[in-house]
């Protein structure tokens, strides 16, 4: 399981003269908080390079109105290409965490560019091909799976997340440093997909093994590797 690129972003792999190239191909905006910057089954075809802020990247699904979260995307990141290039409906939703920036470059002229610069075009072939493959493991955790087991190993990535990233914080108390993740039972769900109510039974079990900590919107890790433990299926 993966929310997160594991690769460098696609703008930081371009060379200096590429970036400049690209980047004059759009044109700046800002987002608000909670505000889509791409809507599942939408039609357009522009895609987006993400200045600053983070962003969830959702699918619909049945059950939970937060979809299924399949990652988190950062300044670099390039999010929007498959309806560029293929001109079918957009296959995700993106929605802005915070007050985010992006570069938005109309697709007809980022295919363009792609014709024109094919190492250009390789890093994308490449990102896309990450991205199945992740999306191919989560679909593979989501049918195999626990819920605790889908929970810790989320929790486990995002207490990874360098503290710029958008959830976490490293945080030093009395009792000595603690991985805070700063998330919403709902919002956890959406990234195990599964119920907020499955989520809320598995994280009083890790509280009463006194692994984490809750909190309003956080989740405070004690003990990792015990966590670590039960991610790959192991029970006290």
Known sequence: MGLLETESA???????????????????????????????????SHVLIIVRGWVTVSVAMDRGANGLIL???????????????DSAPRSATVRALGPTEAQVIPGDAFRRFLALHPRVSGLVIRQLTARL?????????????????????????LSQV???GPYTAREQRSSGPGVIVHLAQDELAATVGAGREAVAKALRLLRTQHVVRTGNRTVEILDPGLLALLAEGHRE
């Open 133 to 157: 493959r992740s999306a191919d493991q989560e679909r593979s955790a989501l049918a195999s799976l626990t819920v605790l087991q889908r929970l810790a190993s989320r929790l486990i990535e």
């Open 71 to 85: 990652g988190l995307r950062g300044p670099g990141e390039l999010l929007g290409e498959m309806a560029a290039l």
């Open 162 to 164: 360098r503290p710029t």
């Open 10 to 44: 696609f703008a930081q792999a371009l060379s200096a003269q590429e970036h400049e190239s690209v980047m004059a191909l759009g044109s700046r905006r800002s987002y608000a908080a909670d505000t889509h910057l791409l809507t599942e089954g939408d039609r357009s």
